[in-house]
C-alpha cells in the first residue's frame, strides 16, 4: 500500500466523517488517494477557514476535527485556526504536505518548517520521516488529540511519504511512554472537597470549558442541585449548567453578570470545575474573591493548578470522572441566606439594555434569537462586543451548543465554526452571530456554505465599527477612534453574490420576522442588522481592574 | 493571610537543578527549550545527552526560580508528550559536575605556575604550546570558577564549559520523585 492510501485507511479507521482542506502541490497525492475514498471532503477558500471548520466540528461533537492543507503557505494559514483550537483545547488533527523528504532544510518551493512554526500551538506534532510510520503517526495524533486535555495535533508528510510503499498495519494500542493523563481524583482530596462544600456558608461553583470537553453537564448539575449552588459560567464553560436554570448566574468575568461577579466576590467556598483562571474572568488577582477560605480547583492538567492561584483543595482528573465521585460524599444542603444576597443583585443589578425604538439594539438580536429558537441552536459567534451580547443575551440550554474563540479572541472564527458544526450536527439548528469586522475575516467561506448548502444563518451585527475596539477607545482614549470606524460593503449583495439568500434589517420590529424567515430557508442566510453604532457592552470590568469595580452594572442604567 | 496566595510568584528565588528523562527524538530539545521561552522561564544551563535506556536522553536543567516557578516549569515539562519523567534534584543529596576547557596564555616565564595552580585543583593540562595551555577542569561550579579566577591574571583565551550535570546520591535513580508535585497541597489559608 502507498502511504496516502495508508493515511486514508487510518483515517478511516479513526471514524473520520469530513476532512476540511484545501489541495495544493505536496498534498496531491493525499488528495488523490481521497478523490474516492469515500471520506467527505470539503473545500474551504482559504487553509484558516479549513481549521476553524475542523474546530467547529470538534466543539459541536466532542469528536476531533480533521483539516488538510499543503505545504508552506497552505500549512501557515492553518497556524492561527490551530491556536485557536489549542488556548481552548479543542481536538483537532492538522494534516500538512511537505516537500519531499531530500529537499527538506534547502527552502524548497512552498516549504515551511511547520512543526517548529507550530510548537507552541499544538499539543504535539509530528514530522513523519518514512510511510512505515504513518499508520502508528496517525493513532498516536488521534489519541492525543483526544485524551487528557484536549487539543490540536499536527502531521507534517513529506509529499514522496505519500508514494512511498508499506504494509499496512493499524496498531490498535500507542507507545507513548511520556503520556498517562490522570482521570480519577484523588480520593483523600475529593473528600476534602466534600467537607469544604459541606461547611461552606456561601459557596459557588464556577465551571470552565473543561467541564463541556469532559461530557460533565449532567455531574454538574447534579451537584449544583444537591448543594444548592449558584452556578457561573466561563465563557468556555456556558452550556456546561443550563442558562436558564434558576441557579444559573450565567458569565462571570469582564462583562460577566454583576451578580456572578459580586458571587464570586463574596463566595467563601469556590468550587473551580475545568476552569484555569483566566485574567478576563478573575480581573486583577489581588483583588479576586477577597472573602474565599478555599479554592477547590478540579481540572485534568496539573499544570493548571496552581498556576494562577493556589487552590486549598486541588483534584487532578477528568471533570465528569471527578464530579461523580464527589456528588456522592456531599449531603444535601439548602443555603438561604446566600441566596437571598444572590437575589437581591440579581433584582438590583439584572443584565439589561435600553430597548430601541428607532434602532435595533444589537441585544435584542441576541435575545430574539434565543427566543425564536427556545434556546436549543447551536450559536457560533465571532469575535467582539457581539460575541458578549450573545454569550449575555444567548442563554445556551445544552453543552456543544456555543461555539466561540475564548482563548484566543479570533476574529473570523464564527462562519467557518458554524459551518463545521452544522456538517457535524445537521439535525441543529445553527446561528453565526458575527459583526461586520469579524465577518470580513472569512467572508469567502460563504462560498464553502453554498457549495455545499450548510445551512447556517448568519446574523451580523453592523454598526459601523470595531465595536469592541471602538468602546476602550471611549472609555480609555478620550473617544479617539484610531482605525475603529469601519466602511463595509454591501453584505446583502455580497452574499447574493454567493449565491446565498441575503436580508438586511434596519427596523426593531423587523428583527423576528427576518430570524423567522431566515430559519424557514433551506439553506444559508445572511441577515444585515443595521444595528445602534455606539451601543456599549456592559457591565464591564476594565482590564486588570476589580471584579467588585465594573462599569456600569446596572447596564444602561448609570 | 489568603490574599498572598495570588499573583505570580512568592519571591524567594534560588537555583534549582532539574533532571529530565526524554524520549531520543529529533526536536525534543526545541520542544523543551520553546518550553522555557514561551512561558518566561529562564534556563541557566541545559545539558543534554544519552540517558542509561537507548532510545532516552536525560537533560539536566539549571534554573533560578521560587518555588512555584519551579512547580510550574515540572507540571509544564511533563506535559510535553516525550518527557517522561520529571525530578528536582536536591542539592543536599545529588553529586553535581561541570567540565571546563580554559586555554590561557602561558609561556615559559610563567608555565609552571600553571602547572601548580593545576595540580592543587587536581586538573589536567591537556594541551601546551608555545605560548598556551589549554587546563581541564572537572568538579562543582564554584571549584570551576575558582580555578578561572585563579587563571585569569595569567590570560584567558578562551573558555568552553559544558554546563552542568547532576545525580541524586545513593541507589534511588533521579525520576522517583517526577510526580510527587501532581498534587501540590496549598499553602495559604
Known sequence: MLGAQALVEALKAEGVEYIFGHPGGAVLHLYD??????????????????????????????????????????????????????????????????????LIGRDAFQEADITGITLPVTKHNFLVRSARELPRVIRAAFHIATTGRPGPVLVDIPKDVGVEELDFDYPETV???????????????????????????????YVGGGAIASGAHEEVRAIAEKCDLPVAMTLMGLGAFPGNHPQSLGMLGMHGTAYANYAIQNC????????????????????????????IHIDIDPAEIGKNVIAHVPIVGDCRTVL????????????????????????EYPLQYRPGDTEVKPQAVCEAIYEVTGGEAIVATDVGQHQMWAAQYY???????????????????????????????????????SGDGSFQMNIQEL?????????????????????????????????????????????VTIAQGYGIKAMRVTEPGDVRAALEEARAHDGPVVIDFQVAREENCFPMVPAGGSNSDMLGPKGWIE | ?????????????????????????????????????????????????AAEEPGFSRMTIVLVGDER?????????????????????????????ELALIKVAADRTNRAEIVQIVDIFRASIVDVSPHTVIVEVTGDVKKVEAMVDLLRPFGIKEIVRTGRVGVLRGPKPSGVHGDRRRGLQAVGG
Request: aromatic share 8%.
Open chain 1, 33 to 102: 488517494a481521497l478523490y474516492d475514498s469515500g471520506l467527505k471532503t470539503v473545500l474551504c477558500r482559504h487553509e484558516q477557514g479549513a481549521a476553524h471548520m475542523a474546530d467547529g466540528y470538534a466543539r459541536a461533537t466532542g469528536r476531533p476535527g480533521v483539516c488538510l492543507a499543503t505545504s508552506g503557505p497552505g500549512a501557515t494559514n492553518l497556524v492561527t485556526g490551530l491556536a485557536t483550537a489549542f488556548m481552548d483545547s479543542i481536538p483537532v488533527v492538522a494534516i500538512t504536505g511537505n516537500v519531499p523528504r531530500a
Open chain 2, 69 to 97: 516557578e519551579l512547580e510550574q516549569v515540572q507540571k509544564q515539562l511533563h506535559k510535553l508528550i516525550e518527557v517522561i519523567k520529571v525530578s528536582e534534584l536536591d542539592p543536599a543529596e545529588m553529586v553535581e559536575r
Open chain 1, 175 to 205: 507507545d507513548l511512554p511520556g503520556y498517562k493523563p490522570t482521570y480519577k481524583g484523588h480520593i483523600r482530596q475529593i473528600m476534602a472537597a466534600a467537607k469544604a462544600i459541606a461547611e461552606a456558608r456561601r459557596p459557588l461553583l
Open chain 1, 447 to 491: 462560498a464553502t456554505a453554498a457549495e455545499h448548502n450548510v445551512a447556517v444563518k448568519v446574523a451580523v451585527l453592523n454598526n459601523g465599527y470595531l465595536g469592541m475596539v471602538r468602546q476602550w477607545q471611549e472609555f480609555f482614549y478620550q473617544r479617539r477612534y484610531s482605525d475603529s470606524r469601519m466602511w463595509s460593503p454591501d453584505f
Open chain 1, 268 to 295: 467563601d467556598v469556590l468550587i473551580a470545575v475545568g476552569a484555569r483562571f483566566d485574567d478576563r474572568v478573575t480581573g486583577a488577582l489581588d483583588t479576586f474573591a477577597p472573602r474565599v477560605e478555599q479554592i
Open chain 2, 1 to 49: 493571610m489568603f490574599g498572598g496566595a495570588f499573583g505570580a510568584t512568592d519571591g524567594k528565588a534560588r537555583e534549582h537543578t532539574i533532571s529530565v528523562l526524554v524520549e531520543n527524538r529529533p526536536g525534543v530539545l526545541s520542544r523543551v527549550a520553546g518550553m522555557f521561552s514561551r512561558r518566561g522561564f529562564n534556563i541557566d544551563s541545559i545539558v543534554v545527552g
Open chain 1, 395 to 433: 442563554k445556551v440550554h445544552g453543552p456543544r451548543q456555543f461555539v466561540t474563540s475564548g482563548g484566543l479572541g479570533t476574529m473570523g472564527f464564527g462562519l467557518p465554526a458554524g459551518i463545521g458544526a452544522k456538517l457535524a450536527r445537521p439535525d441543529k439548528e445553527v446561528f453565526v452571530v
Open chain 1, 324 to 347: 461523580s465521585a464527589l456528588i456522592k460524599k456531599v449531603p444535601e444542603k439548602k443555603h438561604p441566606e446566600w441566596w437571598a444576597q444572590i437575589d437581591e443583585w440579581r433584582r
